[in-house]
């Protein structure tokens, strides 16, 4: 079992992926009047985003994009940070400015979008070299920050309403609480980054294995939730 996860990792991740994304467009009418509809497009960007990932796997052996090789671009380090720790992130506060009611949730929100954004950008500029070849465990911390705010939020606006007794019906539950315990369950991994490496192939396998099953966790729960939900007028 250990074997067939590690050799079909990304095949299983992009399935999930294309799961969801495939799910929330078929369903797509279902929701193009609710915040629903921008979360669906999300889904669909970070399908593609993942898959540029691999562009790094065209360069070694004379692939097609082996003239990158030396340059800054010969890792995905750079993308991965753009697209996922910095734009999901940002994707995400302004998801929850659309579902949330309280303005007070929604400014605390709104600003703390705006610092994470700011400082994000000049930690990258201070640190531009190291932006190519790294990731930077202090942006994965902040954005987790961030997510917890959003999520938190929402769990407490549902508990003090009457969205409490329909709270199984609603996609935006089912969104809120998947991410919530992805961040979750990864954030810590950032911690022990510094054994991510081919010295270590165990602790490698084992940030793959919790990956995986975090990944399968969050996107079959959207899938579901697309499925058995019913439009919120958010």
């Excluded at 990932?53 to 993308?79: A, C, D, Q």
Aim: proline fraction near 2%; include cysteine.
């Amino acid at each position: 079992m250990e074997d067939f996860l590690r050799a079909n990792y990304l095949l299983l991740t992009y399935s999930v992926e294309s799961l969801a994304a495939i799910t929330g467009l078929f369903f797509y009418k279902k929701y193009k009047l609710t915040a629903a509809k921008y979360f669906i497009w999300f889904l669909v960007f970070i399908f593609f985003s993942d898959l540029f990932m691999n562009y790094i796997s065209f360069i070694p052996n004379n692939g097609i994009l082996s003239f990158i090789k030396g340059t800054v671009f010969e890792r995905n380090h750079w993308w991965s940070t753009l697209y996922w720790k910095i734009g999901a992130i940002m994707f995400f506060t302004f998801f929850y400015s659309k579902i949330l009611k309280r303005e007070l949730f929604k400014l605390i929100i709104r600003y703390s979008s705006i610092v994470f954004l700011f400082f994000s950008i000049s930690y990258i500029l201070y640190h531009w070299r190291a932006y190519f070849t790294r990731f930077f465990p202090i942006l994965s911390i902040l954005g987790a920050i961030v997510i917890f705010l959003c999520t938190v939020f929402y769990f407490i606006e549902v508990l003090q309403s009457n969205k409490i007794l329909t709270f199984y019906r609603s996609l935006n539950f089912y969104i809120s609480f998947a991410i919530f315990i992805w961040w979750l369950i990864i954030t810590p991994l950032v911690f022990y980054d510094i054994y991510n490496s081919l010295a270590d192939w165990n602790f490698v396998f084992l940030k793959w294995e919790i990956y995986l099953f975090a990944n399968i966790f969050m996107y079959v729960t959207f899938t579901f939730a697309f499925i058995w939900c019913r439009p919120e007028n958010d």
